[in-house]
């Protein structure tokens, strides 16, 4: 199974970064996802990581570490829209995704 | 291109009922996926189906039952509700279970059981 923590509540201020850190304990990793959830919407693909290093997407990043079972998101630039909930998802290696908490993260002007 | 689409939108019932939950996708993705998403929790797999013709069991699978006879529906059953499955449910997609291919979400059903 999975084990897989993430921060409860993040706030930073519009123009601002933000890392949301991510730590997983798994019995046979196969890719880390991170999605982006908007109150009362579904969840949103963000980024995919299954080998170690620094994935960029325009204003977001994505870092894995897996001897570590580590990974965080970076969001530059923030924006008000980006004020949402991040979910950090390890899948298995029967290819099933298991999900933290969520980090809720609210911009401010 | 609709993608994927749950209904209903919402809907309350009754403890002891029986309710199918519907899951529709156009996009002709071979693996489809049930969560259900509480406050606090985040998002649990109930069942998941890789291909059609096969489901298996997720994290949370009892009081639920699944069907995958087409590639594109999947329905999820809950044979006699209970207040406990009062939640969000999410149906999801993906092309095929294992690369780079992400799972895409339907909008969600929220089940209230009173």
């Known amino acids: 199974g999975q084990n897989i923590d993430q921060p409860t509540e993040m706030t930073a201020t519009e123009g601002a970064i933000v890392q949301i850190n991510c730590t997983y304990q798994t019995s046979g990793f196969n890719g880390l996802f991170w999605y982006q959830q908007h109150a009362g919407e579904a969840p949103t693909f963000l980024s995919y990581n299954v080998l170690d290093g620094l994935e960029e997407k325009g204003r977001f990043s994505s870092f894995l570490s897996r001897s570590k079972g580590y990974s965080y998101l970076l969001l530059k630039e923030l924006q008000m829209k980006d004020s949402a909930s991040y979910l950090c998802a390890v899948r298995d290696k029967d290819y099933k995704l298991s999900f933290g908490a969520g980090t809720t993260v609210t911009v401010r002007a | 291109i609709a993608g994927i689409t749950q209904a209903p939108t919402s809907q309350i019932l009754a403890a002891g009922r029986r309710m199918t939950l519907r899951c529709t996708q156009d996009m002709r993705h071979n693996a489809m996926y049930w969560y259900r998403q509480d406050l606090g929790l985040g998002l649990r797999l109930i069942h998941y189906s890789n291909t059609a013709g096969t489901t298996g069991k997720g994290e949370v699978p009892d009081g639920y039952s699944v069907s995958r006879a087409n590639t594109d529906d999947f329905p999820l059953t809950l044979a006699s509700a209970v207040p406990s499955q009062t939640s969000v449910y999410f149906c999801?997609?993906?092309?095929?279970?294992?690369?780079?291919?992400?799972?895409?979400f339907g909008p969600g059903t929220r089940l209230t059981v009173l």
């Open positions: 999801a997609s993906s092309l095929k279970p294992g690369g780079p291919d992400t799972q895409y």
